[in-house]
């Protein structure tokens, strides 16, 4: 399906000193930039623009940014004008107190599943042509897809769904949240099968609102689209003693676990590829 040591070797890179923690505007920010698009283009995706970067500029704190998010492209195989957006964001909190906080878990996890999506498409085509968005500006105020939506580059109208991944690589209890299945008509009974046949890992649907537990509903870059009334699914753990601390380190990050989540994050966007929209 995808090569699993280089999902880890991807997560280990991003999450590294080299890149500063990744905040928005800084050198770490840039480098991480360079590194998905390189990823990108050996895996030979496409540029949604002529280039891959789509900057934009923002205040933030009574502080102005300019913010950059990655966009590639892949083609449909036979619903090429209706598209999928699958995301992640890269930002991170940059260096704080002479300290790197270098965001494994939050979110070098959920880019590197992006890449991991492109190496999967490279043998398996999609049939809705799906737009490989690493958002900048996500810890700022999910600035760099609240700017996407606003400059889809592709119509609006034809972005059909989002999937969104952020904090996707340690659990516990083996748990993994889903939100959003309420979005869409098919969804709930479709990832309720998907869900029961886990055995690796807990899918647990929920987080939405219409439970006990927390609304996870704006909590990450899905809440753009939701806005827009696109529907959406956002994979992620719980909360963790290490979010957002510089403790966010790749040797907390859970393997086995993370590479079952792929995995069944590949296989739930499979299901939502079928769906006619």
């Not at 002529?50 to 449909?76: M, R, W």
């Not at 999928?84 to 930002?91: G, K, L």
């Not at 046949?197 to 609304?215: F, I, Q």
């Amino acid at each position: 399906m995808f090569d699993a040591d280089v999902l880890l070797s991807d997560v280990k890179i991003l999450a590294s000193d080299m890149f500063e923690g990744r905040k928005t505007g800084t050198e770490g920010s840039k480098k991480a930039r360079n590194y998905i698009i390189n990823q990108f283009e050996t895996l030979e995706v496409k540029p949604l623009i002529s280039a891959f970067e789509q900057g934009f500029d923002f205040s933030y704190a009574n502080q102005k940014y300019t913010g950059t998010n990655v966009l590639g492209i892949i083609h449909g195989a036979t619903k090429p004008e209706e598209y999928i957006v699958t995301s992640a964001h890269y930002d991170h909190l940059g260096i704080q107190n002479s300290t790197v906080y270098n965001g494994a878990d939050d979110n070098a996890s959920g880019v590197s599943a992006l890449l991991a999506f492109a190496q999967y498409f490279k043998k398996n085509p999609p049939k809705h042509s799906v737009i490989l968005a690493a958002f900048d500006a996500e810890e700022l105020g999910l600035e760099g897809s609240k700017y996407y939506v606003k400059h889809p580059i592709v119509s609006e109208d034809k972005i059909v769904f989002n999937i969104n991944m952020d904090m996707i690589s340690r659990s516990n209890n083996s748990e993994l949240f889903i939100v959003g299945a309420k979005t869409h008509k098919s969804l709930e009974a479709l990832l309720n099968e998907v869900a029961q046949a886990s055995k690796k890992v807990k899918l647990t649907l929920g987080h939405d609102g219409s439970d006990n537990l927390e609304d996870w509903t704006y909590s990450s870059d899905h809440a753009s689209f939701y806005r827009k009334e696109i529907p959406f699914l956002y994979f992620g753990v719980a909360d963790h003693k290490d979010y957002h601390k510089h403790t966010d380190d790749y040797d907390k990050i859970h393997p086995d676990f993370y590479k079952e989540v792929v995995r069944q994050i590949i296989l739930m966007f499979n299901k939502i590829d079928q769906i006619t929209f």
